[in-house]
């Protein structure tokens, strides 16, 4: 998706710096956001900044955009940008309480996967064979995708639920706990102890109340991460979104991957809409009910550099927001400022090792602009708080988009011959 | 003749394809689609069906255009949406809170909007020029955060009033008003319609007569062929982009300028995602999009004559977004069969019997 | 296979091709070309650019299906309707533009599509390692292509070939990236891979090395083969005959027009990679004169492009000045640069010179778009458009039904000669050419570099960037080496060889007189860096 504007240039790269395992970074950046949490939980005084109850939540507002973000990655690495997520994910939250309502929850979540699977189809026609312009293509499913929802709940809810933009209700998975483990947690999160108070809190919201659906999508991250980097079918299918040329000249099949990568992306992102069916908030369809989460999934995994780890933390940092804002309002966000402080404070000391006067300078100004917001405002205004992941992922485009790295083939029409 | 019928032939099968493709919807959900046509055809000459077409066409016309900039030089501004949004809130406020002569009070109001529109559009063209910030991802956010920013400004602690069960920002006093062509029961013709037109043939002119027509083109068409041409990549996405947005920002002003004279929780959204589609029907071409914001025009006015048959009007929506769909599509396979048509008349021409290109 | 050392006459031929027709839009890219390879040979397939050569062996290789005639292999018929069905039967191609992904390792593109002979893993790995030696590939399976040279880029689909176990190897243009001391590694590694039993397929208009490498050669001229030779006594003369119906032309010039009027001064240029970590440009200084062509020869990737992208104006300088006659450049745009009298064609006329679905005319206002006759003031003058591109047309020999016509429906040749035209247009001081005959057929080379050499000799200072290096000898009247960023040597093109420029070029040290070192760069393997 992101497009320099300098080409790169032809001279051959240096040699590479010493390379950390993924796995490493990912435990260096869990821990350090835990630690993050708590400290800045117990400057600020929000211990709902580390509760249960807002891990929990956010662990369900996550689901959906970690789905889409999968849906993403799933296109992208195969060169086909996917705008059409958002749509995607509207059939699925469709086709959910279509089948949800009458035959369960399973029922929904299949249902679901079709839906969005039938509007990758669409995409993959248009954008594969067609060779149509991916983000034009994409922004028309967008518009099919609601209108034709639109039509069909009109035409199939409205007479169950007397509302053209509500399902009836769906039934609820059940939901398991891990009862010992989490209410020992609970004893050490009621203790209010720093950092061990925070961390069985956040282990507890992880482990309460789960879904079957939560532990499909966790699962499948890890699943696509094996999928993609670790079998022939996966090397074959990022070869064509890094250079499908070189690829139809081994023999690959560039077509068929790219089709099969987007419907399954159409898929992650239907089952993405399954998940908001199914939260236990709302259990029904409702018309608008995606709210651009496609398109914050599309910002997660950009965020996460279209790594499946980096789009896991990106993920989990817009549900955290958003959680965080439902379960305790618009103070306890302002908290969250407090704790982008400290983090730019390590970030300024970090830059002034690695003499980068400049990033260091850029930081420092930030910090005490987002300070003297934290001291002046009693709390972020509600209606921007839902926005929070939409700023964010400007700020982490402005700063990074450089560094990131897509698939080289992205985004462009590939014919063969 | 052949360049006019690769223009015209792909809209009309797309229209066409969608007609059958909505019929046959319409057919297994039970109901008469001929009917539901003719409903939708006969409702145009009822009350103030056909007046209101023409409104919304104009209205329809301008986020076309704003859109169609962008397009031109392959800068996708989804942002259109939200920057109209924020330019309307602006627009509302500043105008209902200063009192001018009538005429340069209306003429104040233009220019804020112009001037929002364009500063929310500033944002991610500077991220795309400075960090290389893609304007899809970044402008997709810019319309979160428009309505994050419109439902701030029109809170009753900040610029909002409450009038029954709505908020809304102060009404506009009649000297910022702009008068309407009135036709009785037929409704009134929003005066804004003119500058819509006008606004058409200066694109038109700016677009095949100018300098700046010229670069926008070849940075569309080759973004690195125009950087050698001495094209300026970074000017151009600034100043097409800021366009764009100072044109979105007049997306609302018909509306109220002409009817609501205030912002509030019933404006009328995703008039830029229309425009998206509008844009892409027409070809970002003048004449088409005027054609292309007729038929929206059209779909959306007359579509409410379904209910009174039995056949939900949402159905117009499915058709809007698989004319979209059809519309790049066939556009698509036209361009790919021109152009070989003519690599083989150019072969015919010169007698090329061997000697590959 | 270690029986078929050599060709032998009684085995069924390893390829026949047999009235081989392939249409395109407007072209008849093959037609009636029949070709027979015998098992065991280096046999070479010659033809000048736009012949059909490419078309042929994409046929060959299953990327395209002919619209008529037969291929046999090993005495079979075959139909190859992939690339995988040609790799089936033994027949691997090393493609002219590389066809590598380079976010992917050396390993993944050497597996891809090959999985199942030893996984993706380990085995694979240690196959790779195996077969790497024969190629004289040095590197860790595990680097990711991006950091490798062009040379090494180019042992990676040799590898490739080898891994698939093909027999019959498809070598197309592979000498045209590569410096004459690199060409013989090639070469060598050829030989050694022959004897033990693989056929080669080389494609080249390069008449020397045909005659250097091949046992039988086959002639490809206006998509069809017009007969073949023994390369042991044809000479390059009557080849040349056969490949174009004449001589080749030669760029050679005859008397020095070079004035002592310095047209461009470049001083101090630097210019860094994006993150700053090391310099693409290194402190380049350089002089061009009034009716003096210099040339730059440098393996591709040494900064060539970035030297005349900076002096375009299409890349911005990190420090050092630029001045054409007195007027200081450096803090210009690329547009202000052009009208200050620098005529620019472009390394890729695809991607830099031409808006390709747009009329001829409208290509000719690029880069003229604030001048007569194509503007006056903020408004296009497509009249005046129209009427020079007539006048280019007609003066530069477009061959084209009319000016209304796309620039994509042009063949490379005339697309090359409308952008030499454009740019020789509204009497340019400076006239920066990258490349300017690549992949064009020789009327337009003949034509382009006439039209070079007439404006220099009318005063035209002209910088000349080529890989070909008989151009570069032949037209310039200076010639500096580029390496790593760096002007490291000057030749005088009266006595240099391709040898001793090639040396020069990869940093092997001035092997010769007419070639004296310059800066301080000195060093081995240049292209290799980074691939430890």
């Known amino acids: 998706m992101i497009t320099t504007m300098e080409e790169k240039p032809h001279v051959p790269a240096a040699p590479r710096k010493r390379k950390i395992p993924g796995w490493a970074v990912g435990v260096l950046g869990v821990a350090g956001a835990i630690v993050l949490l708590s400290t800045t939980s117990y400057m600020t005084g929000f211990p709902q900044l580390t509760s249960s109850g807002t891990t929990q939540t956010a662990v369900r507002l996550a689901l959906p955009i970690l789905l889409a973000g999968l849906g993403g990655l799933w296109a992208e690495r195969a060169g086909v940008v996917n705008i059409g997520l958002e749509g995607m994910m509207i059939m699925g939250t469709w086709g959910a309480a279509w089948a949800g309502y009458q035959w369960g929850p399973w029922a929904a979540v299949v249902a679901a996967v079709v839906f969005g699977a039938l509007g990758g189809l669409l995409h993959a026609i248009a954008t594969v064979t067609f060779g149509v312009n991916h983000i034009v293509s994409g922004v028309a499913i967008n518009l099919l995708g609601a209108g034709l929802t639109k039509y069909l709940s009109t035409l199939i809810f409205l007479p169950l639920s007397n509302n053209p933009r509500q399902s009836p209700p769906v039934t609820p998975f059940d939901t398991y706990s891990a009862a010992g483990f989490a209410d020992w947690l609970g004893e050490l999160e009621a203790g209010q102890r720093v950092f061990i108070s925070d961390v069985a809190g956040i282990l507890r919201g992880l482990v309460t109340g789960v879904s079957p659906l939560t532990m499909l999508a966790i699962l499948l991250l890890p699943l696509s991460y094996y999928l993609l980097w670790r079998t022939r079918f996966g090397l074959r299918l990022r070869s064509v979104g890094e250079n499908p040329h070189a690829a139809d000249s081994l023999g690959v099949k560039v077509y068929f991957h790219k089709y099969v990568a987007v419907i399954v992306s159409g898929g992650l992102a239907g089952l993405g809409g399954a998940a908001l069916v199914l939260n236990p908030g709302q259990l029904s369809y409702l018309e608008g009910q995606t709210g651009g989460r496609g398109y914050i999934g599309l910002a997660a995994m950009i965020f996460g550099n279209w790594r499946p780890g980096g789009l896991l933390g990106g993920a989990a940092l817009f549900g955290y927001a958003d959680g965080l804002q439902l379960r305790s309002g618009g103070e306890t966000v302002l908290g969250l400022v407090y704790g982008v402080v400290i983090l730019l404070g390590v970030i300024v000391v970090w830059q002034l090792v690695r003499r980068k006067w400049f990033s260091a300078a850029a930081a420092i100004v930030v910090a005490v602009l987002l300070y003297l917001l934290y001291v002046s405002l009693d709390e972020i205004p509600s209606e921007f708080v839902s926005y929070a992941p939409h700023m964010v992922t400007l700020a982490v485009l402005a700063v990074a988009s450089q560094r990131l790295r897509m698939p080289a083939a992205d985004g462009l029409v590939y014919r063969r011959g | ?357 | 296979m270690s029986s078929s050392t050599s060709a032998r006459t009684d085995d069924p031929p390893a390829v026949v091709l047999t009235g081989i027709t392939k249409r395109f839009p407007g072209v008849v890219a093959n037609s009636d070309v029949h070709l027979t390879v015998r098992r065991g040979e280096v046999h070479a397939l010659c033809g000048e650019n736009g012949a059909g050569k490419s078309t042929l062996m994409k046929i060959l290789y299953g990327m395209q299906p002919p619209d008529e005639g037969t291929i046999e292999v090993n005495g079979e018929q075959v139909r190859f309707r992939t690339p995988s069905d040609a790799i089936k039967a033994g027949i691997g191609m090393v493609h002219q533009h590389f066809m590598l992904a380079d976010n992917l390792t050396v390993q993944e593109n050497v597996v891809l599509g090959a999985e199942a002979l030893h996984g993706i893993g380990q085995k694979a790995r240690k196959r790779i390692i195996e077969l790497s030696g024969k190629t004289g590939l040095n590197v860790d399976p595990g680097v990711l292509v991006e950091q490798l040279g062009v040379a090494d880029r180019q042992r990676v689909e040799i590898l490739k070939v080898l891994y698939r176990g093909a027999k019959v190897i498809i070598l197309d243009e592979p000498t045209a990236v590569l410096v004459p001391q690199e060409v013989n590694e090639l070469f060598d590694t050829v030989r050694g891979m022959q004897e033990q039993g693989y056929t080669f397929l080389f494609i080249s208009h390069k008449l020397d090395e045909v005659r250097a490498i091949a046992d039988s050669v086959t002639v490809i001229r206006r998509g069809t083969t017009v007969g073949s030779a023994d390369p042991k006594t044809v000479s390059s003369r009557q080849l040349a005959e056969m490949m174009v119906g004449s001589e080749l032309p030669s760029p050679e010039t005859r008397e020095s027009t070079v004035t002592d009027k310095v047209v461009l001064d470049v001083r101090g240029l630097k210019l860094m990679t994006p993150d700053g970590s090391r310099p693409i440009l290194d402190d380049v200084d350089l002089v061009v004169r009034s009716g003096e062509v210099v040339g730059i020869a440098g393996v591709e990737g040494n900064g060539q492009t970035e030297l005349v992208e900076t002096v375009m104006g299409m890349r911005k300088a990190g420090s050092g000045t630029i001045t054409l006659l007195d007027a200081d450049l450096t803090k210009l745009g690329t547009l202000a640069r052009r009208e200050a009298g620098i005529g620019y064609v472009p390394e890729d006329r695809h991607r830099h010179g031409l808006l390709l679905t747009q009329p001829l005319w409208y290509n000719r206002i690029l880069g003229y778009q604030t001048r007569k006759p194509t503007s006056k003031g903020i408004w296009l003058d497509t009249d005046g458009a129209k009427k020079d591109t007539e006048r280019i047309v007609a003066d530069f020999d477009v061959r084209t039904p009319g000016i209304d016509v796309p620039a994509a429906a042009l063949s490379g040749g005339n697309q090359q000669k409308l952008v030499v035209g454009r740019e020789l247009s509204g009497d340019p001081k400076l006239l920066i050419a990258s490349h300017p005959t690549r992949g064009v057929d020789v009327g337009a080379q003949a034509l382009i570099w006439d039209e070079i050499k007439r404006a220099r000799a009318a005063g035209l200072a002209v910088l000349l960037i080529s890989a070909d290096l008989d151009e570069l000898i032949g037209l310039s009247d200076t010639i500096k080496v580029m390496l790593r960023g760096r002007l490291v040597a000057d030749a005088d093109p009266n006595t240099v060889t391709p040898e001793d420029l090639g040396s020069a070029m990869t940093g092997a040290g001035a092997t010769s007189a007419s070639v004296q070192e310059t800066g301080t760069a000195h060093g081995t393997a240049v292209v290799e860096e980074g691939a430890n």
């Open chain 2, 1 to 357: 003749m052949g360049h006019l019928r690769g223009k015209l032939l792909p809209p009309a099968l797309a229209i066409v394809f969608s007609m059958l493709l909505c019929g046959v919807a319409l057919v297994i959900s039970g109901a008469n689609p001929l009917s539901a046509f003719g409903a939708m055809v006969t409702q145009v000459g009822k009350g103030s069906t056909l007046v209101d077409i023409v409104n919304s066409t104009g209205i329809y016309y301008i986020a076309a255009l704003a859109v169609a900039i962008g397009f031109q030089m392959n800068l996708f501004n989804i942002g259109v949406e939200g920057q109209y949004r924020v330019a309307a809130v602006i627009a509302a406020v500043v105008g209902g809170s200063i009192a001018l002569p009538p005429g340069i009070h209306t003429l104040v109001i233009i220019v804020v909007a112009a001037l929002a529109g364009a500063a929310w559009a500033a944002i991610p063209a500077i991220l795309k020029v400075t960090r290389g910030v893609n304007e899809v991802i970044s402008t997709i956010m810019m319309n979160g955060l428009a309505i994050g920013l419109s439902a701030y400004l029109i809170r009753r602690d900040v610029f909002g009033e409450l009038r029954g069960n709505n908020i809304r920002t102060a009404e506009i006093p009649e000297s910022g008003w702009m008068p309407g062509i009135s036709f009785g029961g037929g409704g009134t013709m929003f005066g804004f319609i003119f500058v819509a037109i006008a606004l058409g043939v200066g694109y038109w002119v700016m677009m095949n007569k100018t300098r700046f027509g010229f670069e926008l083109r070849a940075s569309g068409e080759s973004s690195t062929a125009a950087s050698a041409g001495g094209v300026n990549a970074k000017k151009m996405v600034l100043v097409s982009m800021l366009l764009s947005g100072a044109i979105a920002g007049l997306i609302s002003l018909p509306e109220l300028l002409g009817r609501d004279h205030t912002f509030s929780l019933n404006f009328t959204a995703g008039i830029g995602f229309s425009g998206i589609a509008i844009a892409l029907l027409g070809r970002n071409h003048p004449g088409g999009i005027a054609f292309g914001a007729l038929l929206w025009a059209f779909l959306d006015k007359s579509g409410l004559a379904l209910d009174n048959v039995g056949v939900p009007r949402e159905i117009v929506t499915i058709m809007q977004g698989s004319i979209v769909l059809s519309v790049v599509v066939a556009y698509e396979v036209v361009r790919r069969f021109e152009l070989a048509a003519e690599q083989r008349r150019v072969g015919r021409e010169l007698g090329t019997v061997g000697g590959a290109a």
